[in-house]
C-alpha cells in the first residue's frame, strides 16, 4: 500500500514538475508597443499646442502681473495706493517672482503631466493587448524586457502584439516573424 502511495505522489510531482516547465513565458516592452502606435506622434503636436496655448501665455501673464504689481508698488505713485494694498501685492510679487525663476522646472512638470495624461489610454491600450495576445498564445508568464537580467529563455512578444495593433515593425527582420 505504501509502494502505491510513493508512486502516486511521485506521478504527481513529475506531472506538475513537467506542466511547469512546459509553461510558455515571453517578453516584451511596453515603451516599443506605444513608441509603435500612431498615436504616439500625434502626441508631439498636442503637446506643442498645449506649450503654446497653455504654458506660454501663462508665463506672460504671470510676467505682465509682476510688472504691473511693481509699478503699483514701487512706482513714482506708489503714496497713494493704501499700504494693505501694498503689503498684499507684494505678497504676490513674491510669489510671482517665484514662478517666474522656477518657471522651467514648473513648466517641464506640467508638460510631463500633460504627457502621461495623453499617454495613459495609449498604455492601458498596449497593455490589454499583450494580455490578450498572452493568452491566445498560451502564455503563462510575460515579463519586461528591460526588468530581467538574468531569465529562462522566452519569446519576444513585440511581433505578436504589433500583428494584433496592426502596427508596423521597423526593419525587415522583425516582419519577417
Known amino acids: ?9 511521485a506521478a504527481i510531482i513529475f506531472t506538475t ?17 506605444v513608441g509603435l502606435m500612431p498615436e504616439t506622434a500625434k502626441l508631439q503636436g498636442l503637446l506643442e499646442k498645449f506649450q503654446a496655448d497653455s504654458l506660454q ?18 512706482g513714482k505713485d506708489s503714496m497713494k495706493t493704501p499700504a494693505a494694498i501694498r503689503v498684499k501685492m507684494k505678497e ?6 517665484y514662478e517666474l525663476q522656477n518657471w522651467q522646472t514648473i513648466s517641464q512638470e506640467i508638460m510631463q503631466n500633460k504627457q502621461e495624461q495623453l499617454l495613459e489610454p495609449l498604455y492601458r491600450k498596449a497593455i490589454e493587448t499583450i494580455q490578450l495576445v498572452a493568452k491566445e498564445n498560451g502564455y503563462s508568464y510575460v515579463y519586461t524586457k528591460d526588468a530581467l537580467i538574468v531569465a529562462p529563455p522566452a519569446d519576444d512578444l513585440l511581433p505578436l502584439v ?6 508596423k515593425l521597423p526593419g525587415t527582420a522583425a516582419a519577417g516573424k
Do not use: H
Not at 504676490?92 to 517672482?97: A, F, H, L, P
Open 162 to 167: 504589433a500583428k494584433k495593433l496592426n502596427l
Open 92 to 97: 504676490e510679487m513674491q510669489r510671482d517672482m
Open 17 to 33: 514538475a513537467g506542466n511547469v516547465s512546459a509553461q510558455k513565458s515571453g517578453y516584451i516592452r511596453v515603451d516599443d508597443v
Open 1 to 9: 500500500m505504501n509502494k502505491i502511495k510513493l508512486l502516486l505522489i
Open 57 to 74: 501665455p501663462r508665463f506672460n501673464y504671470t510676467l505682465s502681473e509682476f510688472q504691473r504689481k511693481d509699478s503699483i508698488v514701487n
